[in-house]
């Protein structure tokens, strides 16, 4: 699976673009939970910290999404790909994004979230909190 996933972190890039590194991530704003209280807990996960995006902002450029994507930073550029087979879901240009904030865990997933230049910011979920520090060294 891991080859998979490096080929479509490197699918498409520009040429000389350096690919700096790449993680599974779920965006908060589509996470799903099981079990009793799912509802609630998917409502509040969804909707409570999971943007700040006013129109017209990066952040409210994200189209809905669903399931595991990869976060990609190159040296251009920061977006998400399919882990399938690469295709770009969203991609911005890696001035746009500021910084990397570790956010408290929401039960097993580690959360954090991306802010940008223009003030908006998105929140993602992951599996490893050493994801959330790769990406803290590579944008800061």
Known sequence: MSALRERSAHNQLAPGEQLLGYASVVPAK???GVGVG??????LVNTVGAESAGAGSIAAGMPST?????LRVTDQRVGL?????????????????????RRPRTQLMARFRLHFS????LAFLTMRRRTIEQFHSLIG
């Open 81 to 101: 790909v399919k882990p399938l087979d690469g295709t770009p879901v969203w991609e911005v240009p890696r001035t746009w994004v500021v910084r990397v904030e």
């Open 38 to 43: 799912a509802s609630i807990g998917n409502y």
């Open 118 to 121: 223009d003030g908006s910011w």
């Open 66 to 70: 669903s399931g595991a994507l990869l």
């Open 30 to 32: 589509s996470a799903k």
